[in-house]
């Protein structure tokens, strides 16, 4: 059974930082490229960053300089560290991995809150 599992959420004043992380199980990890996206109210899922099987990073132009996405092969865990936080960051952030081999496997996590406010 494949579990991604999101933790780090909450709230946090512009301009602060947070660290989500996502454990997965079930999958054969580093064969995995993995994601985070995130869905604010009202709006569509939006990339945020992946990372693929060999480190490649890619990062959506509003978070460029302010996140960084990294993986941890041994412990099967991706994080985002989130710096210099904006209002407009707030929304439900979901950990993806995605294999594209012989055959095309995509697995969700149930998502984490991430509310900047003052």
């Known amino acids: 059974q494949v579990q991604l599992v999101e933790s780090g959420g909450g709230m946090v004043q512009p301009g602060g930082s947070l660290r989500l992380s996502c454990a997965a199980s079930g999958i054969f990890f580093s064969s995995y490229a993995m994601g985070w996206y995130r869905q604010a109210p009202g709006k569509q899922r939006e990339l945020v960053a992946t990372i693929s099987s060999g480190g490649r990073t890619n990062y959506a132009d509003s978070v460029k300089g302010r996140f960084t996405i990294s993986r941890d092969n041994a412990k099967n865990t991706v994080d985002l560290q989130m710096n210099s936080l904006k209002p407009e960051d707030t929304a439900v952030y979901y950990c993806?991995?995605?294999?594209?081999?012989?055959?095309?496997?995509?697995?969700w996590g149930q998502g984490t809150q991430v509310t900047v406010s003052s």
């Open positions: 993806n991995a995605d294999y594209s081999g012989s055959s095309r496997n995509n697995y």
